[in-house]
């Protein structure tokens, strides 16, 4: 490509509404112009990037057996009725009337669509397995669209369905995609971590997210340095903190503690650690029991120095429902105000669950029931039953792992990829079944298996820039190597072996522009350590009266002399071609 | 590709709904699949078409000197209202509301989206001329979706757009499109033909559609065999059928024609030519006159065996806003009943306008604006005053060439492709403007250029097809080649054959599957003639005994033996390659 038959055009100063590192890089190196509220347009350099993203994912994708296809972004309401999902999906769904009035929605995902091609085109085992896949424009209406193309509302999304005879099945065929998804990530060039997640309301037995690793990263990643244990801080199991629960040694005592909420401000007032604390959240569960709406009390123990995991409180047999409880609520069944409530003398029943920590702790200090009071030397079983025990907090680092091979660790990542299995979720619901060896009908088992296409780029750049600018990695940079020219308008010398060197270097299939644009060579090299070419090879007459031109990779401080005639092979080796 | 890694789904029967051989023939051979009126999921071997039409238009329009950029499906109501055609368009354009209640479109095509990126990225006449082009989903809401993706809703289409300095470099970013197509559809092996078009309300001096020949084609195009004329019919000038007008040797008689509306009814009865007859057809034009509403009675007047062209109707001076006389309109102009108008003693006064042909006739026939009776020997000048003389007729077959060059030709014709001067219509109403060489702020000149993507597909085969099913050109079909062995599973030999021969095609770059899946070879055969795979080589055990595989192409009635060792050549032979 030469630069002045290609579209750059960069900015000084990122647009005052880009918030992270990703988004001002992307709008200052021309990759993506805003048109709307979450909705860009990929210009030219950076659908470059897509593309590159794109072949990379379809070639594994390919090689793992699955089959693309395409569903369409106008989706009938009445596909989605069927699952019900037209009704659950909040406003993040974006549905549509035609001009004959009839309900359509953009797709998020296609679960529904693809559940009616396999229902309509599958009727034997013989058929099965199948991994149906395509790579489309999805649409999802955010409720406050951010960060350029981590939050859009308008993007391009990698979607996969696997259908399988039966859950061994679709664990191979979950395995399989799991196994692409590394490949495809290692082949990105990008530090990335899958970790075990959580799988929502859906159930079934296993889903998986990759993760981008960086600092800027919205997501906990937890994971053990020693073994493969990985998970998402919703899916990371705590362990208790105490192994077995000491003795009561102190009396049930009620302590003054004025204006005193927080266990922090107990702990400091009684000159206690906060890991002597114990914190309680109340919540609400609304039930329908024979017609009768009814209304339950639970309350939470959590060590004052841990923080709830609001999906592990999901998991807890009752509570798949709850609701915090609002201080009405909490004034009729603990008679006080939120900041002094605890387990002992509630004034309507509470059903008490208390985390595993918790449960261990001997001569704890809780809320007293009554405002301006905390109770200190509590004690289970003598003072108040015992609780229900359940894991309801978040790991902290130093943690140990729950697979017993050394202690937890916590870095930052970017969700860029997800794997889960279905199970029947959709095919029960949508009658999608096959035929088995005896003509029985059964639900085909299903797995779903995502990646955010377009986001990928920002995570890639949160994960890899500098002050200067983007800094691809090879497999996903818009070009591989850039040439500078100084002066390839002035040179004939230049000139002539810019184009020679540039000949050659796409006859060995090197992704290559030249910079034919004139510019001086401070604004030239600016531009591309903004775009973020990884490599770049400056020809200039000095260098070349020696025999020479120069190397300069984008992470390298000074540039490398390289005899001309070599300068291929070398290129060659630094891209492994 | 291995058929039994694929997804190969075929039907004996098309669904009922599937009118043309076109639509008949995807869904049989399982290329695409119904969603919803107008909505097709592209299945996996409709999809590979797909991708090979988009890698060749892809790859000349970069020839070319295009830039591709990706915009958004989804775009906001305001651009939209800045050209006017937010209100403009009909239920075509489907309008959406997002989860705040703004206005959105689903993109049909995207001149604002793109003259938006322009006037903010381009400030100079340094920086044109310039051409964007992205292949994009669109979305049309057609009152009546039908022929599968020949009249879909949701579609794929590559449109670009040109800006320009000035006219001529305009007609320079035509002309260079213009090849490009050309080129394109060369490389598609279709036959085609580019016909000069109406420019329609936009205006501007160029446009031309680019049609898949084919006998089912909806529209008619007229060409010079001689020459390199070709219009499609609303654009093909009619000259006048007589040089001359004859001298008047009739006198003016009013004959009685009862119940004889129509011209050749009038002929057989009178024992004339319907060359001697001319039909009447009232229009009105409604006019705001000084804020006062006003009704104008305009009469075209035809050959009796010639077709009203409404597209030039729109061309006269004063007609632009046209419309058909209601009978109540008729009966109050001329005092009579539809059938029985004529331009000699109307009731009220009416602007006539004679086609070309008939301003030359003398001594005819027409209508005496009473019921049950006609004029004959009506002639110019003696008994009307001589009328606005226009081009109003549709070419027929058999008339001269425009260009004097011999004469017309129709053919039928499927439009997949326009190209078309716009002018400054966009830029002028969205300001977008560069600076030229003194500073001074111009809008810019732009055209536009698109091709129906997935229209192709369905074009392509109303070309070639027969009883079997479709016959795909190399470049685009699914697969160039298919390999038949006979019996993979059985026969050692045919399986080491099969295994071999694929993997040199392979190598070779032959896109070739080979039928893995054990059907008997009828199926099979059957399968691959219906999918249109253009290329077919027989493994069998009784050929490979004397070294010999069949080769047979799909238009081919019979195979030829060919020796094992030389198919390859032959193949590439074949194909080019």
Same mark, same amino acid.
């Given at each position: 490509?030469?630069?002045?038959?290609?579209?750059?055009?960069?900015?000084?100063?990122?647009? !005052?509404?880009?918030?992270?590192?990703?988004?001002?890089?992307?709008?200052?190196?021309?990759?993506?112009?805003?048109?709307?509220?979450?909705?860009?347009?990929?210009?030219?350099?950076?659908?470059?990037?897509?593309?590159?993203?794109?072949?990379?994912?379809?070639? =594994?994708?390919?090689?793992?057996?699955?089959?693309?296809?395409?569903?369409?972004?106008?989706?009938?309401?009445?596909?989605?009725?069927?699952?019900?999902?037209?009704?659950?999906?909040?406003?993040?769904?974006?549905?549509?009337?035609?001009?004959?009035?009839?309900?359509?929605?953009?797709?998020?995902?296609?679960? =529904?669509?693809?559940?009616?091609?396999?229902?309509?085109?599958?009727?034997?085992?013989?058929?099965?397995?199948?991994?149906?896949? +395509?790579?489309?424009?999805?649409?999802?209406?955010?409720?406050?669209?951010?960060?350029?193309?981590?939050?859009?509302?308008?993007? &391009?999304?990698?979607?996969?369905?696997?259908?399988?005879?039966?859950?061994?099945?679709?664990?191979?065929?979950?395995?399989?995609?799991?196994?692409?998804?590394?490949?495809?990530?290692?082949?990105?060039?990008?530090?990335?971590?899958?970790?075990?997640?959580?799988?929502?309301?859906?159930?079934?037995? %296993?889903? +998986?997210?990759?993760?981008?690793?960086?600092?800027?990263?919205?997501?906990?990643?937890?994971?053990?340095?020693?073994?493969?244990?990985?998970? /998402?801080?919703?899916?990371?199991?705590?362990?208790?903190?105490?192994?077995?629960?000491?003795?009561?040694?102190?009396?049930?005592?009620?302590?003054?503690?004025?204006?005193?909420?927080?266990?922090?401000?107990?702990?400091?007032?009684?000159?206690?650690?906060? #890991?002597?604390? $114990?914190?309680?959240?109340?919540?609400? @569960?609304?039930?329908?029991?024979?017609?009768?709406?009814?209304?339950?009390?639970?309350?939470?123990?959590?060590?004052?120095?841990? =923080?709830?995991?609001? *999906?592990?409180?999901?998991?807890?047999?009752?509570?798949?429902?709850?609701?915090?409880? !609002?201080?009405?609520?909490?004034?009729?069944?603990?008679?006080?105000?939120?900041?002094?409530?605890?387990?002992? %003398? &509630?004034?309507?029943? @509470?059903?008490? @669950?208390?985390?595993?920590?918790?449960?261990?702790?001997?001569?704890? *200090?809780?809320?007293?029931?009554?405002?301006?009071?905390?109770?200190?030397?509590?004690?289970?079983?003598? #003072?108040?039953?015992?609780? *229900?025990?359940?894991?309801?907090?978040?790991? *902290?680092?130093?943690?140990?792992?729950?697979?017993?091979?050394?202690?937890?660790?916590?870095?930052?990542?970017?969700?860029?990829?997800?794997?889960?299995?279905?199970?029947?979720?959709?095919?029960?619901?949508?009658?999608?079944?096959?035929?088995?060896?005896?003509?029985?009908?059964?639900?085909?088992?299903?797995?779903?298996?995502?990646?955010?296409? &377009?986001?990928?780029?920002?995570?890639?750049?949160?994960?890899?820039?500098?002050?200067?600018?983007?800094?691809?990695? #090879?497999?996903?940079?818009?070009?591989?190597?850039?040439?500078?020219?100084?002066?390839?308008?002035?040179?004939?010398? $230049?000139?002539?072996?810019?184009?020679?060197?540039?000949?050659?270097?796409?006859?060995?299939?090197?992704?290559?522009? @030249?910079?034919?644009?004139?510019?001086?060579?401070?604004?030239?090299?600016?531009?591309?350590?903004?775009?973020?070419?990884?490599?770049?090879?400056?020809?200039?007459?000095?260098?070349?009266?020696?025999? /020479?031109?120069?190397?300069?990779?984008?992470?390298?401080?000074?540039?490398?002399?390289?005899?001309?005639?070599?300068?291929?092979?070398?290129?060659?080796?630094?891209?492994?071609?």
């Amino acid at each position: 490509m030469r630069a002045s038959r290609f579209f750059i055009s960069t900015l000084k100063e990122a647009p !005052s509404d880009a918030e992270i590192v990703s988004h001002k890089l992307m709008m200052r190196a021309g990759m993506i112009k805003r048109l709307g509220s979450g909705i860009y347009t990929y210009m030219p350099l950076g659908l470059r990037v897509i593309r590159k993203v794109e072949g990379i994912i379809r070639e =594994e994708m390919n090689k793992a057996g699955a089959i693309e296809l395409l569903m369409p972004l106008v989706q009938p309401a009445e596909l989605w009725q069927e699952t019900g999902r037209w009704d659950k999906m909040g406003p993040e769904l974006l549905r549509l009337k035609d001009r004959h009035g009839r309900d359509f929605a953009l797709q998020p995902t296609s679960e =529904e669509v693809v559940t009616d091609v396999v229902r309509t085109e599958v009727k034997s085992y013989r058929q099965l397995p199948l991994n149906f896949y +395509h790579i489309q424009t999805k649409f999802r209406d955010e409720r406050r669209p951010r960060f350029g193309l981590m939050r859009g509302r308008e993007f &391009t999304m990698k979607d996969a369905y696997s259908f399988d005879r039966d859950v061994e099945g679709m664990q191979k065929s979950y395995e399989t995609m799991f196994n692409a998804y590394v490949n495809i990530f290692n082949r990105f060039g990008l530090k990335f971590r899958a970790v075990a997640a959580d799988n929502g309301a859906i159930g079934g037995t %296993g889903s +998986h997210e990759f993760h981008v690793i960086a600092s800027t990263g919205e997501d906990a990643l937890v994971y053990c340095p020693n073994s493969d244990f990985a998970a /998402n801080m919703e899916a990371a199991e705590a362990l208790p903190l105490i192994a077995q629960r000491g003795a009561a040694t102190q009396p049930l005592t009620k302590v003054s503690t004025p204006k005193t909420t927080k266990c922090e401000d107990v702990a400091k007032l009684l000159g206690i650690g906060l #890991d002597q604390t $114990v914190k309680s959240i109340a919540l609400t @569960v609304e039930k329908d029991v024979d017609g009768r709406q009814v209304r339950e009390n639970w309350l939470l123990l959590l060590r004052g120095d841990h =923080e709830l995991n609001e *999906v592990k409180v999901t998991k807890v047999p009752g509570l798949k429902d709850f609701r915090f409880a !609002s201080e009405a609520e909490i004034q009729e069944a603990y008679g006080t105000v939120p900041g002094y409530l605890g387990p002992i %003398g &509630t004034k309507q029943p @509470v059903n008490i @669950v208390a985390d595993r920590t918790v449960a261990n702790m001997a001569d704890f *200090v809780c809320g007293a029931n009554e405002a301006d009071y905390h109770l200190t030397g509590a004690n289970w079983g003598r #003072d108040v039953a015992e609780p *229900v025990v359940a894991d309801l907090r978040n790991v *902290v680092e130093g943690d140990a792992s729950p697979d017993g091979k050394g202690q937890l660790a916590i870095e930052r990542g970017i969700e860029v990829g997800h794997v889960f299995q279905l199970g029947t979720a959709y095919s029960a619901a949508m009658n999608c079944v096959y035929l088995d060896e005896k003509g029985q009908p059964a639900p085909m088992q299903m797995g779903c298996y995502g990646i955010g296409v &377009t986001r990928i780029l920002g995570a890639a750049i949160e994960q890899n820039f500098d002050d200067k600018g983007i800094i691809w990695p #090879d497999a996903i940079a818009p070009f591989e190597l850039v040439l500078c020219p100084m002066g390839y308008d002035r040179s004939d010398l $230049v000139k002539l072996e810019t184009d020679r060197l540039y000949a050659e270097l796409q006859a060995a299939g090197v992704d290559v522009i @030249v910079d034919d644009r004139g510019l001086r060579p401070g604004a030239m090299f600016a531009d591309w350590e903004l775009v973020g070419v990884p490599h770049r090879v400056v020809i200039g007459e000095r260098g070349l009266k020696e025999g /020479n031109l120069e190397y300069q990779g984008r992470r390298e401080l000074e540039a490398t002399a390289v005899p001309a005639a070599d300068m291929l092979g070398f290129i060659k080796g630094k891209l492994g071609k």
